[in-house]
C-alpha cells in the first residue's frame, strides 16, 4: 500500500488539474461569448458547443447558469480593479483621485457591456436565492472580487474625510456601495444613450445623450457627494 500511495496522489492531482483547467476553459468561453454577442442572448448549449464539450459536463463544474455567469464577472471586476488602482495612483490630490477612480468605472463599464449585463442580472436576485444556487467558494470569489474594487474607492473616500476634504456623514464603504451600484445604473443608461423629459405637462418627450453626457454627471455628483455633506448618516 505505502509503494501505490504516491502513485495514487499523483493521478488524484492530475485529475483535479485537469478539472481546474477545464473550468478555467468553460469561463474563458462564456466571457468570449459575452464580449461577442451579450450576456443575455448566450446559452449554456452555446457555451458548451464553444468548448467542445455537452451541457451536461457543464454542470459538472457548476452548480448552474447564476456560478458560471458569478465567476465569469471575478474576471471583469480583476480588470476593473486593476484600472481603479491605475486611476487611484495617477495623482495624490484626493479631490483628482475620486473622479479618476469613478471616471475609470465608467469608462470600463462602458468598454465591456458585459460586464454591467452580468453585474446587474446578479444584483437583482434576493441574496437568499444567490445563497441556494451558487457554490461557498464561487460566492467568495465573488464577493472578493467586488470588494476588491469598492475598497479603492472606500479608501480614497476615507483619506478624503480624514484630511478634512470631504465633508460626510456617514460610512465611507456605505458611500462606496451605494456609488457602485448607482454606477451600474449610470452605464445602463449611457448604453441606451436616451434621456427622456417632459415637454409639457402629460407630454413626454425623448431625445438623445451621449455617454461622455452621463460620465460627466457621475463624476461631477461624486465629487458633489463628499462636498455638500449630501449623506447622511
Known sequence: MATRAPETDGRRKAAAARRRARKEQIIAATRELFDSRGVRDVQIEEIAGAV?????????????KEELFAL?????LDELHEAMSAAARSTD????????VVGAFFDYGVAHPAFVDCALALMVRPGDELLDEISEGALFRLGRGITSCMTILSDVLADGIASGEFSVKGDPVLMANTMYASG???????????LVSEAAPGMPTVSEMPADQVRDYVVSSALA????????P
Not at 467542445?52 to 448552474?64: K, L, M
Request: net charge positive; aromatic share 6%; charged share 15%.
Open 225 to 232: 457627494l463628499v462636498t455638500r455633506n449630501v449623506l447622511q
Open 184 to 194: 451600474l445604473g449610470a452605464l445602463q443608461l449611457a448604453r441606451l444613450g436616451i
Open 93 to 100: 490630490d484626493t479631490t483628482d483621485r475620486l473622479a479618476a
Open 52 to 64: 467542445g464539450i455537452n451541457r451536461a459536463i457543464v454542470y459538472r463544474h457548476f452548480t448552474g
Open 72 to 76: 465569469t464577472l471575478v474576471g471583469y
